[in-house]
């Protein structure tokens, strides 16, 4: 066991501060106040995604061949912690590099590769998923949104919810209902967000201005070849796309900053001696410490080229305690930070408060531990 | 960062699963307290296993590996202070090796018997004895799954040791958390197999969302103190060592009593064994200050220590 980043790994983090430094506006945390999916922040990622790309700083942990550098899971995850802990700059282009590039590489056709990689790997596309539905959150299985073949297209009716960044994105990875059974009639198409008869709408969130909505699908029409992989197969490659979600994302190296900050703050002005205040920190840091290592253990499974399943689950369910106490510690302490005294803090809370909601909760993480890692007998159905 | 087992330690580990097999099952025929075998602790020490940590191949996450190993066994063994701190002492003894908090040295000690060397947590210094039979009461009725005594006071002749106290609880620390994780481990898995088997409503419990779910926050929870054990192992970092030690006490504290409720009425007999591993956490949880003592030592490691 070693537990020691190398000399080549901790140089990669380096750099990718040296980058930051460099490109971050100085009124940056300020100036993240907008929100991830804000009209004012995605053209920000947009611009800072592109310089990403010219330094071989967007993909570099996808296959040359796809406009990467090769590099294993563990750049990756230093490239995630280190994008994470300033605010995330790259909006909703993470999804991009994390799993809709990926499960494209996996499950796309030519066309679809040629078509919509090249707008990822350069950070000028962004995309939105049509999961959830009035009717389907946890429930995914549920969803209604139905798209029906006819000649050589499909015309699509329905309606999702709470979908991130659908505002501006190009394009949305959209789950639909193809036939009857309730997993294996699903299907995904990547719709274009102009085809005619889309309608978005924006609903207000404390994770800032632009970033839920709803979306009707009034008579899409996308051709056949818009279907990702076969037809009722999402949900094996949701399952793939999802673990891929799960570990990618080190909320834990926000949480700590946040945390870090905090603790400075409070030091600054001489609240951190009671030792009541202390001991809740320590309390809360060791919880980050616990993410970050079970994150480790499985991100170390994956560099050997282990397929990582359930326990992804396991990891994330620890990233969202983490996330959680660190969120309460700020409050309960220095509660003027969302009253906007402290914009890092603040925006650490709007972009913490989806870790237990968003790509599946936190009760369904659960249930996929108990059943797949701890192996207990399933609840009856 | 490769964080997996090395060649060496998969090796150690499998030697000691094969050396462990006769007392991985907790014993049936009476239903003890705590249980112990001196058989288990002489096929330790004469395979070698309680040497590792001296070892600088193999160092101290090997030893913590192993600690964390035996204490999934039912059976309570001392191996965390003579692994991680008897390589550090040049009078180790022939007894079992003991730690004592000076500040709290009315709490029950573990493996307390004549002949043991006791090494003496100070404020300023580390010192140590060798425990003679006026100094210490035997408890032979306590519900802790270790053998245990309690000392009279600390007697007045100690001997000064070059360690010095923070490389002490440091060291503490890293074993307890490790220990902890291993009985946690021990105690998870006890569980989950009862309540797999055991028929409530014409269904295994396991099956009702109100128990996976507090076994699931507890595998995630014992998972974590097992890594953040091993990571400060590695560098025996006073600060990684709290954090490690901190979650685990915290760990233990809020699983123990689940694990107990989900057996029933079992959970307060001793016809199940799951007392073996959660009456030692009980022990282990409030040593160096419990989770808010951590808790203050993570603190000092960290953001250095509060201004008076």
């Keep these: 066991m070693d537990f ?28 993240a106040e907008h929100g991830p999916g804000s009209p004012v922040l995605t053209e920000f990622a947009r611009q800072f995604c592109g310089r990403l790309a010219d330094h071989n700083l967007l993909t570099p942990h996808w296959p040359v061949e796809i406009g990467g550098l ?44 040629a078509r919509y990689l090249p707008g990822i790997t350069s950070g000028q596309d962004l995309w939105c998923q049509g999961f959830s539905e009035p009717g389907a959150g946890s429930d995914l299985a549920s969803l209604r949104t139905r798209a029906e073949a006819v000649g050589d297209v499909y015309r699509i009716n329905g309606q999702k919810v709470w979908t991130s960044y659908a505002g501006l994105a190009k394009t949305c990875f959209l789950l639909c209902r193809t036939g009857e059974d309730r997993k294996r009639g699903i299907s995904i198409l990547l719709v274009p967000m102009d085809t005619p008869g889309i309608t978005v709408r924006e609903i207000p969130s404390i994770i800032g201005r632009g970033d839920i909505h709803e979306v009707f699908f009034d008579d899409v029409v996308v051709s056949l070849s818009a279907r990702l992989g076969e037809e009722g197969q999402a949900w094996e490659i949701i399952a793939y796309s999802l673990a891929n979600e799960r570990l990618g994302i080190p909320r834990y190296a926000l949480a700590r900053a946040a945390l870090e900050r905090a603790v400075a703050i409070l030091g600054e002005r001489g609240n ?72 890092f803090l603040k925006m650490h809370h709007q972009r913490g408060i989806v870790a237990g909601i968003a790509a599946g909760a936190a009760e369904v993480q659960l249930n996929i531990v108990a059943s797949d890692v701890l192996q207990l007998p399933r609840e009856p159905r | 960062m490769n964080p997996s087992l090395n060649q060496d330690q998969r090796a150690i580990l ?30 330790l020490a004469e395979a070698g296993f309680l040497e590792v940590a001296g070892d600088p191949d193999l160092g101290t996450v090997t ?17 965390a202070a003579s692994v991680l ?29 004549e002949g043991a060397r006791v090494v003496v947590l100070e404020d300023k210094r580390v010192s140590a004895f060798t425990a003679s039979a006026d100094q210490f009461r035997a408890e032979p009725n306590a519900l802790f799954a270790y053998p245990v005594a309690t000392l009279h006071g600390l007697p007045e002749v100690r001997k000064p040791l070059a360690l010095n106290s923070t490389e002490l609880r440091v060291r503490w620390q890293v074993g307890l958390a490790a220990e902890c994780a291993g009985l946690l481990a021990g105690a998870l898995a006890s569980t989950v197999a009862h309540v797999s088997d055991r028929q409530q409503f014409g269904r295994p419990i396991a099956t009702f969302q109100a128990i996976r779910h507090r076994l699931a926050e507890a595998q995630v929870r014992i998972n974590g103190a097992y890594w953040l054990a091993m990571r400060a192992a590695a560098d025996c970092d006073p600060g990684q060592a709290a954090l490690a030690a901190l979650y685990a006490a915290e760990t233990a ?20 064994p799951l007392h073996l591993w959660t009456y030692r956490l009980k022990l282990l949880t409030g040593e160096l200050g419990g989770v808010a003592g951590h808790a203050r030592s993570a603190a000092d490691a960290l953001w250095g220590p509060a201004p008076d």
């Design chain 2, 85 to 113: 701190v008897g390589p550090l002492l040049d009078d180790r003894g022939a007894g079992p090796l003991c730690l004592v908090d000076a500040r709290r040295w009315r709490r029950p000690v573990r493996f307390l018997c």
């Design chain 1, 70 to 113: 090769g590099l294993d899971p563990w750049h990756q995850t230093i490239l995630a912690e280190e994008m994470w802990a300033a605010g995330e700059p790259r909006g909703g282009q993470y999804m991009n590099v994390n799993w809709i590039g990926p499960t494209l590489m996996k499950y796309g056709s030519e066309e679809h590769k």
């Design chain 2, 14 to 43: 499998d030697a000691l699963d094969a050396m462990l097999r006769p007392w991985e099952n907790a014993p049936v025929h009476d239903a003890p307290l705590f249980a112990s075998d001196p058989a288990l602790e002489k096929a």
């Design chain 2, 253 to 272: 504290r809020t699983c123990s009593y689940d694990f107990h409720q989900f057996l029933g009425a079992m959970g307060m007999t001793l016809e199940h």
């Design chain 1, 4 to 31: 020691e980043w190398t000399e080549e790994e901790s140089a990669f983090r380096e750099r990718i501060r040296d980058f930051l430094g460099q490109n971050l506006p100085d009124d940056w945390e300020r100036f």
């Design chain 1, 272 to 343: 951190f001696a009671d030792p009541a205040v202390r001991i809740a920190a320590a309390t809360v840091a060791s919880l980050c410490e616990a993410a970050r290592w079970t994150n480790y253990a499985l991100i170390d499974r994956r560099a050997k080229g282990e397929t990582v399943g359930a326990e992804a689950s396991s990891a994330r369910f620890a990233t969202i305690k983490a996330e959680r106490r660190v969120s309460e510690f700020i409050a309960e302490h220095l509660p003027e930070a969302l009253a906007d005294a402290h914009p």
């Design chain 2, 63 to 79: 030893a913590a590996l192993l600690i964390e190993r035996l204490a999934r066994l039912p059976f309570a063994v001392e191996a």
